[in-house]
């Protein structure tokens, strides 16, 4: 009976401390600073990649505008989106 009150209270505080951990607030305005390491999920926008397009970036729009153009009036086969 005593390892099952012991158990319990383990699982007790794990949800307890996973509830404060999810409640914490992320921004920096509540009074932390922004020294820590980068957290996923948030941002901003991604940075766009440097350099030149691609040479074959033109034939690959015209083509996939033709692509999108030819297929927009079929009637979708999957239930997927409906």
Same mark, same amino acid.
């Given at each position: 009976?005593?390892?099952?009150?012991?158990?319990?209270?383990?699982?007790?505080?794990f949800?307890?401390?996973?509830?404060?951990?999810?409640?914490?607030? #992320?921004?920096?305005?509540?009074?932390?600073?922004?020294? %820590?390491?980068? =957290?996923?999920? +948030?941002? $901003?926008?991604?940075?766009?990649?440097?350099?030149?397009?691609?040479l074959?970036?033109?034939?690959?729009?015209? #083509?996939?505008?033709?692509?999108?153009?030819?297929?927009? %009036?079929?009637? =979708?086969?999957? +239930?997927? $989106?409906?």
């Open positions: 009976m005593l390892f099952m009150v012991f158990v319990f209270a383990i699982g007790f505080a949800v307890a401390l996973a509830l404060v951990r999810m409640s914490r607030s #992320d921004g920096p305005d509540e009074g932390g600073g922004d020294d %820590g390491p980068p =957290r996923r999920g +948030g941002g $901003g926008p991604r940075p766009r990649p440097g350099g030149p397009e691609p074959w970036w033109p034939q690959f729009e015209r #083509d996939f505008r033709a692509y999108v153009s030819a297929h927009a %009036g079929r009637e =979708r086969i999957s +239930g997927v $989106g409906s």
